[in-house]
Structure formats: C-alpha cells, structure tokens
C-alpha cells in the first residue's frame, strides 16, 4: 500500500490545519492507522492512532487539540489539528499497521508516507 500525506504548511500560533493521507494499491479498512512526527534532531513520536475498529488513542501533547479520523470509502485518513503550538513544528507521517494489535510505537508500522511538513510561528 502507498501512502501519500498532504495538508501541511505553516501557520501562526493558535491556528489550525488538516492533514490528509491517502492510501493506493489496497484498501486500508482493516488496517490501524497512525501519525507521526519527528522535529529537527529528535526521533520520530507518535501523535494519534485509529484502529481498523475506530478506537482512537492521542499522544498526551496532542489530547483535546487533534483529531484524527478515518474515511474508509475514500481510503483515506485525516488529521484535524487545532490551537497549534510552535512547539508542534515538524514533519508529519501517515503511517499502517497490518497487526491484530494496535501500537503506539513506529517500529510497529508497516507501511510509510513521505511526510508532509507543518511549521507553527510563534
């Protein structure tokens, strides 16, 4: 499967933006879904995660100010991110994973997108 995340840009402080990640070659709807980021010299974090059932999980710096959701019949994930913080400047990747069981951390991800790059100015 290929994924391909857009929707990044930059932003002042307190906006907001949407990322997309659409998935070709097959279809996602039983796949746990998730997104990452990793900033200048640090390593990659996860950020939000939606399971093939719809459970949702957040990283703490994200809880209340993202929201990910997924649209199956568009093959689709999405990333709704409000209140940004300069502190959120990064890029971000989409990423699936194909396990029984969901996880939080990326060595579990299977398949990867380019990453799209979201700059918060202060």
């Known amino acids: 499967v290929q994924l391909q995340a857009s929707g990044g840009g930059l932003v002042q402080a307190g906006g907001s933006l949407r990322l997309s990640c659409a998935a070709s070659?097959?279809?996602?709807?039983?796949?746990?879904m998730g997104w990452f980021r990793q900033a200048p010299g640090k390593e990659r974090e996860f950020v939000a995660a939606?399971?093939?059932?719809?459970?949702?999980y957040y990283a703490d710096s994200v809880k209340g100010r993202f929201t990910i959701s997924r649209d199956n019949a568009k093959n689709t994930v999405y990333l709704q991110m409000n209140s940004l913080k300069p502190e959120d400047t990064a890029v971000y990747h989409c990423a699936a994973e194909t396990s029984l069981t969901y996880s939080s951390s990326p060595l579990d991800y299977d398949y990867w997108g380019q990453g799209t790059l979201v700059t918060v100015s202060s």
């Open positions: 070659g097959r279809t996602i709807s039983r796949y746990h």
């Open positions: 939606i399971t093939w059932g719809g459970r949702i």
